[in-house]
């Protein structure tokens, strides 16, 4: 009876034991062949986020504003001549190494910002106000 526990938990194990190599931690995530690279990412996170902003002030419906979205987001793509695919194993593969997309935002906040400022210009003259601290305080 002993060696057909042994036999039953052999069999039950030794399959685990040779598929647990086969696993992969996220950290280390073969980079993909087709990976958009950074400033490309960031371009196109800028203008991903900018239509965001345009479809949800549009006051369409949730449904609406939605087949909008997907639709712009096709064109989009098509502009920067990447797929939907590649793109989003692009930004999978950045997310699991973090300083990379970290890197990435700060060209997408920058590009945000002077889109921003050329559109606005009276209000980029205007010195930045702490959006995170407590409004100063006035006597």
């Given at each position: 009876?002993?060696?057909?526990?042994?036999?039953?938990l052999?069999?039950v194990?030794?399959?685990?034991?040779?598929?647990?190599p086969?696993?992969?931690?996220?950290?280390?995530?073969?980079?993909p062949?087709?990976?958009?690279?950074r400033?490309?990412?960031?371009?196109?996170?800028?203008d991903?986020?900018?239509?965001?902003?345009?479809?949800?002030s549009?006051r369409?419906?949730?449904?609406?504003s939605?087949?909008?979205?997907?639709?712009q987001?096709?064109?989009?793509?098509w502009?920067?001549?990447?797929?939907?695919?590649?793109?989003?194993?692009?930004?999978?593969?950045?997310?699991?190494?973090?300083?990379?997309?970290?890197?990435?935002y700060?060209g997408v906040?920058?590009?945000l910002?002077?889109?921003?400022?050329?559109?606005?210009?009276?209000?980029?003259?205007?010195?930045?106000?702490?959006?995170?601290g407590?409004?100063?305080?006035?006597n």
């Open positions: 009876m002993k060696s057909f526990c042994r036999c039953c052999g069999l194990l030794a399959p685990l034991l040779l598929a647990l086969a696993c992969q931690r996220p950290e280390e995530a073969p980079k062949l087709d990976l958009v690279p400033e490309k990412m960031a371009q196109m996170l800028a991903l986020h900018q239509l965001e902003a345009q479809v949800e549009s369409l419906s949730p449904d609406s939605r087949a909008l979205f997907l639709a987001q096709k064109n989009l793509y502009k920067h001549e990447v797929t939907d695919s590649a793109f989003q194993r692009s930004y999978r593969y950045y997310g699991i190494h973090n300083k990379d997309l970290n890197e990435i700060v906040i920058d590009t910002t002077h889109r921003e400022a050329r559109l606005n210009p009276a209000k980029a003259n205007q010195p930045a106000a702490d959006q995170w407590p409004p100063p305080k006035t």
